[in-house]
């Protein structure tokens, strides 16, 4: 079965910066657009990140210069490298796919506070 799993939350300064992972199972993972999405409290869930299958990437305009999105198909792996982090970036992310359903991971909770 499809199954996504992120790590590399944590609690780090303004300012500073976090690499999450989310590794895949269950799927031809290089066949997949992979998306991250996040959510902060009592907030909806809010798009954040894309990359295609040639590795393209697409940023929403809140977070474009400070994450960058990667993935490494032989580990079946997507990254989301997050830098100049800012307290309002504080949410639980999740990466997604989609092909015949949505698939989601349980998330990574990430907390920017001094």
């Known amino acids: 079965q499809v199954q996504l799993v992120e790590s590399g939350g944590g609690l780090v300064q303004p300012g500073g910066s976090l690499r999450l992972s989310c590794a895949a199972s269950?799927?031809?993972?290089?066949?997949?657009?992979m998306n991250w999405y996040r959510q902060a409290p009592g907030k909806e869930r809010e798009l954040v990140a894309v990359i295609d299958i040639g590795g393209s990437t697409f940023y929403v305009d809140r977070v474009k210069g400070r994450f960058t999105t990667s993935r490494d198909n032989a580990k079946s792996t997507v990254y989301l490298q997050m830098n100049s982090l800012k307290p309002e970036d504080t949410a639980v992310y999740y990466c997604n796919t989609r092909f015949l359903s949505d698939y989601w991971g349980k998330g990574t909770l990430v907390t920017v506070s001094s």
């Open positions: 269950g799927f031809t993972f290089s066949s997949y657009v």
